[in-house]
């Protein structure tokens, strides 16, 4: 049996408290022993979309958000929009989050979401994320859309452990 397609939407106000849901739940699942567990215990989703409807509204439209939806129910979020190197916009693009109903994991929603995103960005000679280090799966995720680790390495902290990201790389032209 089939599944019903999906459907990939700009974000609005009213998805922000679903959005929060599957990003704070996403994190708490995706991350579990890749960062601090009282840091992932602490996340709230309440507190998360409270900021994010703030910055919904602050928005300069350089930030892109997404909803991928199947049947009318919001089952994954994305983020993209320039690159920055520092506090310079570059000429790259970069996805910045693409989070998946935990529930919902392997059926086309982050393939949808990874898809629409870079379409959206073929005017940029190339699309840029970064992923945690160890987070295999998603690292296998991106490597099958095509992207490739291209050296650059940082530590994000959180919860006051250094946690290793890599970054990706992926020509959208030429």
């Known amino acids: 049996m089939t599944s019903p397609p999906v459907r ?15 990003r704070v739940r996403g994190w708490q699942s995706a991350y579990r ?60 693009a970069e996805l910045y989050a693409v989070y998946v109903d935990p529930a919902h994991l392997g059926g086309g929603i982050g393939r949808a979401l990874l898809s629409a995103s870079a379409e959206r960005c073929s005017a940029y000679p190339r699309m840029l994320l970064w992923v945690l280090k160890e987070n295999t799966r998603a690292r296998r995720f991106y490597e099958r859309a095509g992207f490739r680790p291209d050296g650059a390495e940082e530590a994000v902290e959180t919860g006051g452990v250094p946690v290793p990201e890599v970054r990706y790389s992926k020509a959208l032209r030429g």
């Open 8 to 22: 990939v939407r700009a974000m609005t106000l009213a998805d922000c408290d679903r959005v929060s849901e599957i």
């Open 33 to 92: 022993g890749l960062m601090p567990q009282p840091y992932l215990d602490a996340l709230s989703v309440e507190r998360d979309a409270e900021r994010r409807r703030a910055r919904f509204h602050e928005s300069d439209d350089a930030v892109v958000n997404l909803v991928a939806e199947r049947e009318g129910k919001v089952l994954g979020w994305a983020a993209y929009g320039p690159y920055q190197d520092g506090e310079v916009r570059t000429a790259d």
